[in-house]
C-alpha cells in the first residue's frame, strides 16, 4: 500500500444509552445521513423488545447486545489462490469485524422482514437472535459450516 493507515475514529456515545456499540450501530442503520430517524427507529424497536422479552431480569439493551453476541461469527472462509485453483481457507476474525458483521446481519435481515414498520422489523430480529433463530443465526451457523467443511485447506493459511 503507498499510503498508511487510516487512523480509527473514536465514536460519541448515543444519547440515551451512552454506550459506544449503540451508535455504532446507529451509523450502520442510517441512510441517507438521517441520523435522527436511525436514533428514533432504533430506540423504537428498543420499546418493543421491552414490550415482547421473556425475561424480566435483562433490559431491552442487554437482550439487543446478547442477540448481537449471538450472531457473531468466530470464524469465516476466504478465498485464496494457490496454484492456479482457489481454495476456501477457514479463518479466525479480528474482534472489531466479529461485531460489523453481526450488525450488519441483523440490519439487513431485518430489513427483509415482513413487518410494518423498520423499527417492529429490527424489534423482531432481536428478539430471534436472542432466542438464538431466526435468519442472522441462520447465516452466522452456515457460515461455521462452510468453515468447518473447507477445514481440510487451512494449512494453506499463511
Given at each position: 500500500?503507498?499510503?498508511?493507515q487510516a487512523k480509527k475514529r473514536k465514536l460519541i456515545p448515543d444519547p440515551k444509552f451512552q454506550?459506544?456499540?449503540?451508535?455504532r450501530f446507529v451509523n450502520m442503520l442510517?441512510?441517507?445521513?438521517?441520523?435522527?430517524v436511525a436514533l428514533d427507529i432504533f430506540y423504537k424497536a428498543l420499546e418493543v423488545v421491552d414490550d415482547k422479552k421473556d425475561t424480566k431480569e435483562k433490559t431491552a439493551l442487554e437482550v439487543w447486545k446478547d442477540a448481537l453476541s449471538n450472531v457473531m461469527p468466530h470464524v469465516e472462509v476466504r478465498s485464496r489462490r494457490v496454484?492456479?485453483?482457489?481454495?476456501q481457507i477457514p479463518m479466525q476474525i479480528r474482534p472489531d469485524r466479529?461485531?460489523?458483521?453481526?450488525?450488519?446481519?441483523?440490519i439487513s435481515f431485518s430489513r427483509k422482514r415482513n413487518e410494518k414498520s423498520m423499527s417492529q422489523k429490527l424489534a423482531q430480529e432481536i428478539l430471534a437472535a436472542f432466542k438464538e433463530e431466526g435468519a442472522a443465526f441462520k447465516k452466522r451457523v452456515d457460515t461455521h459450516k462452510m468453515a468447518e467443511a473447507n477445514k481440510a485447506f487451512s494449512h494453506f493459511r499463511f
Amino acid at each position: 500500500m503507498r499510503k498508511r493507515q487510516a487512523k480509527k475514529r473514536k465514536l460519541i456515545p448515543d444519547p440515551k444509552f451512552q454506550d459506544q456499540l449503540v451508535s455504532r450501530f446507529v451509523n450502520m442503520l442510517m441512510w441517507s445521513g438521517k441520523k435522527s430517524v436511525a436514533l428514533d427507529i432504533f430506540y423504537k424497536a428498543l420499546e418493543v423488545v421491552d414490550d415482547k422479552k421473556d425475561t424480566k431480569e435483562k433490559t431491552a439493551l442487554e437482550v439487543w447486545k446478547d442477540a448481537l453476541s449471538n450472531v457473531m461469527p468466530h470464524v469465516e472462509v476466504r478465498s485464496r489462490r494457490v496454484g492456479g485453483a482457489t481454495f476456501q481457507i477457514p479463518m479466525q476474525i479480528r474482534p472489531d469485524r466479529k461485531i460489523s458483521l453481526a450488525m450488519k446481519w441483523l440490519i439487513s435481515f431485518s430489513r427483509k422482514r415482513n413487518e410494518k414498520s423498520m423499527s417492529q422489523k429490527l424489534a423482531q430480529e432481536i428478539l430471534a437472535a436472542f432466542k438464538e433463530e431466526g435468519a442472522a443465526f441462520k447465516k452466522r451457523v452456515d457460515t461455521h459450516k462452510m468453515a468447518e467443511a473447507n477445514k481440510a485447506f487451512s494449512h494453506f493459511r499463511f
